[in-house]
């Protein structure tokens, strides 16, 4: 595969990715929220909220593919 063939694939998969990314979700939206209503701290806090799952989620995720490694090496 030729790396123009390469980048032709990937190219628009990381416009898509960035987009996403860029695009204010229900996340921003609950910060931003919490910070208008209520100040900065509690901003903050909500944003720590969230931060706190995100990473439950992720080693959630990265556990259950740690077990599925071991049991199917």
Excluded: C, K, Y
Excluded at 4 to 16: E, N, R, V, Y
Excluded at 38 to 65: E, N
């Amino acid at each position: 595969m030729a790396a123009s063939d390469l980048i032709g694939i990937l190219l628009p998969i990381a416009a898509i990715q960035f987009l996403g990314w860029a695009t204010p979700g229900p996340n921003h939206l609950m910060i931003l929220s919490a910070s208008v209503t209520s100040g900065r701290a509690a901003g903050i806090r909500a944003a720590l909220g969230i931060a706190a799952g995100a990473i439950t989620w992720a080693l959630i995720a990265v556990s259950g593919i740690a077990a599925i490694f071991e049991l199917f090496p």
